[in-house]
């Protein structure tokens, strides 16, 4: 299994970016999707999920109303789109899998998931 990150970069406050992850290796549709971000000498944290059919999302506090998450099942490839960046939104953003069954929604801690790609990094410039 893979899933690999793409999308980061450096970004002055109040821009915006697209991530993407790209799955291969496991049946996609049958995963729940999410996307979580460390800071450095931070903990990992908990940004977005989307459910495997992708009618049910979930965002942190800290990013709802700036960030959506989406799903191309065909494709094999979910997304992220980071809008309103602040410096506090600079960290390693990696996405993560979860075999689900039908429309359960998994867990915010990234100990629920069961793949892990890379990360891509996000640099806010004040």
């Known amino acids: 299994v893979q899933l690999q990150a793409s999308g980061g970069g450096l970004v002055q406050v109040g821009g915006s970016l697209r991530l993407s992850c790209a799955a291969s290796g496991l049946q996609f549709s049958r995963y729940a999707m999410a996307w979580f971000r460390q800071a450095p000498g931070k903990e990992r944290e908990f940004a977005a999920l989307i459910s495997r059919n992708g009618h049910t999302t979930n965002f942190a506090d800290s990013v709802k109303d700036r960030f959506t998450i989406s799903r191309d099942n065909a494709a094999k490839t979910a997304h992220l789109q980071l809008n309103s960046l602040t410096p506090d939104d600079t960290a390693n953003y990696h996405c993560?899998?979860?075999?689900?069954?039908?429309?359960?929604?998994?867990?915010?801690?990234?100990?629920?998931?069961?793949?892990w790609g890379q990360g891509t990094q996000v640099t806010v410039s004040s």
């Open positions: 993560a899998a979860k075999h689900t069954i039908l429309s359960v929604v998994p867990g915010t801690s990234p100990t629920d998931y069961d793949y």
